[in-house]
């Protein structure tokens, strides 16, 4: 083997780990960096949601109805008889003139709300209106809305769960500005005080919120999503 042979054998092997590190999985090929700002972006926002979430947990978890509440009408998002009893107490109160039960099953008669809250058939003929096209949330901040501006109010008490206020405030905001909403969370127990995170049914009911929360909140920003209203029609099929 001559000299000029042995020179162009020794170059060609130097040559070979320069490419194999010039490939796709080089240490500064591009797939590497692809992976690691993949990986560096999908760590901050893993961090950023459970910053949210913990926000949230201890933003709702401390919410506490006001001492003195009173408003020009009450308006309570079904979902649980203790909102409706509670609703149904601040009416007879005389926290608000007139309270609308918004998202009833059509199914549901306020002959079987008025029993189930052992109210005066006085209070509710009077008082207690019962909304029956609300599917949603976003279809109680429509009927609510309707009905706000029906009977001319400027002011209204929002009762709902402690977990659900901060999504309903925000549709119903979102779909009226001009009424002052105050919100009158129901608590079910008090989470204030106690180790929320090592209650399964309640970690899952938060995380399952605040998801429903953020949806919400980008739905706002891209003017995605439905009115959240049944029909007439099927109101009318159903009850009937």
Request: charge should be positive; aromatic fraction near 8%; hydrophobic fraction near 40%.
């Amino acid at each position: 083997m001559t000299m000029g042979q042995m020179s162009r054998d020794r170059a060609f092997r130097e040559q070979q780990p320069q490419r194999i590190a010039g490939g796709l999985f080089a240490r500064r090929g591009r797939l590497r960096r692809v992976l690691r700002y993949g990986g560096l972006a999908a760590i901050f926002l893993v961090a950023v949601f459970l910053a949210g979430f913990l926000w949230f947990a201890d933003s709702v978890t401390t919410l506490v109805p006001p001492s003195q509440a009173r408003a020009d009408a009450i308006v309570v998002l079904t979902g649980g008889y203790q909102r409706i009893d509670q609703a149904v107490e601040l009416l007879r109160r005389g926290s608000g003139r007139r309270l609308l039960i918004s998202g009833a099953h059509p199914t549901t008669s306020p002959a079987q709300i008025r029993k189930m809250t052992q109210a005066s058939r006085d209070l509710f003929d009077c008082c207690v209106d019962v909304g029956y096209e609300a599917l949603d949330t976003i279809g109680n901040a429509n009927e609510i809305s309707r009905w706000i501006h029906d009977h001319g109010y400027s002011s209204v008490l929002v009762v709902t769960n402690n977990y659900h206020m901060p999504r309903s405030l925000m549709e119903l905001r979102r779909r009226d500005r001009a009424t002052t909403y105050v919100p009158y969370p129901v608590v079910n127990s008090d989470l204030k005080h106690t180790d929320w995170y090592a209650e399964p049914d309640v970690l899952r009911t938060l995380l399952s919120e605040y998801g429903k929360t953020l949806i919400a909140y980008a739905r706002g920003i891209i003017g995605w999503g439905s009115d959240g209203l049944r029909s007439t029609a099927k109101i009318a099929k159903t009850s009937g």
